[in-house]
């Protein structure tokens, strides 16, 4: 049976480089120095590599284990980096599907106000959003929008106000 090196021998490893651990480990040091645990395997003549996470963080033995998770996984004819991604994407999903129309709005400002020229444009975005759209549809989640709630916002300001329902149409 193969002898992995310990936790002491890895220590003294400083040479840039991948070094097995066990299990479909390694020990990832990269040319500046960090350290950090990988998981690789094969799928067909397709090569994976999988972050486990950083040696500040995990231990060996803690790496080994996911590496053992991960080998789990692959015998279950699970493809472990394709469920760590789906259960990243459907986290960010739930996430959404908690977040209020206005929490996302007020993201989207601050996410671009950078690229305005002045601070006008927050500004009048911003109150047209207050006077026009919150109190209709803002403290509905994201997901519950749809286009009957979006006419339902649409439709009072339309002929008084056709600027403002054209931009608040264009842009949500």
């Given at each position: 049976?193969?002898?992995?090196?310990?936790?002491?021998?890895?220590?003294?490893?400083?040479?840039p480089?991948?070094?097995a651990?066990?299990?479909?480990?390694?020990?990832?040091?990269?040319?500046g120095?960090?350290?950090?645990?990988?998981?690789?395997?094969?799928?067909?003549?397709?090569?994976?590599?999988?972050?486990?996470g950083?040696?500040?963080?995990?231990s060996?033995?803690?790496?080994?284990?996911?590496?053992?998770?991960a080998?789990?996984?692959?015998?279950?004819?699970i493809?472990?980096?394709?469920?760590?991604?789906?259960?990243?994407?459907?986290?960010?999903?739930?996430?959404?599907r908690?977040?209020?129309?206005?929490?996302?709005?007020?993201?989207y400002i601050?996410?671009h106000?950078?690229?305005?020229?002045?601070?006008h444009?927050?500004?009048?975005?911003?109150q047209?959003l207050q006077?026009?759209?919150?109190?209709?549809?803002?403290?509905?989640p994201?997901?519950?929008?749809?286009?009957?709630?979006?006419?339902?916002?649409?439709?009072?300001?339309?002929?008084?106000?056709?600027?403002?329902?054209?931009?608040?149409?264009t842009?949500?």
């Amino acid at each position: 049976m193969r002898r992995y090196p310990s936790a002491k021998d890895l220590a003294r490893i400083i040479k840039p480089g991948r070094y097995a651990v066990g299990h479909g480990a390694y020990l990832q040091i990269a040319a500046g120095g960090t350290r950090s645990w990988l998981f690789r395997y094969r799928i067909g003549d397709q090569q994976h590599h999988m972050g486990l996470g950083s040696c500040d963080y995990l231990s060996l033995a803690e790496a080994r284990e996911r590496a053992i998770d991960a080998q789990r996984q692959r015998l279950n004819g699970i493809d472990p980096l394709g469920a760590k991604r789906a259960a990243k994407r459907e986290k960010r999903a739930s996430h959404l599907r908690t977040m209020t129309f206005k929490q996302c709005a007020m993201a989207y400002i601050a996410a671009h106000e950078p690229s305005w020229r002045g601070n006008h444009s927050r500004k009048q975005w911003t109150q047209s959003l207050q006077n026009h759209v919150f109190p209709v549809i803002g403290d509905l989640p994201v997901s519950g929008i749809d286009t009957p709630r979006v006419m339902s916002v649409l439709e009072p300001i339309w002929t008084q106000v056709p600027e403002t329902a054209r931009r608040i149409r264009t842009h949500y």
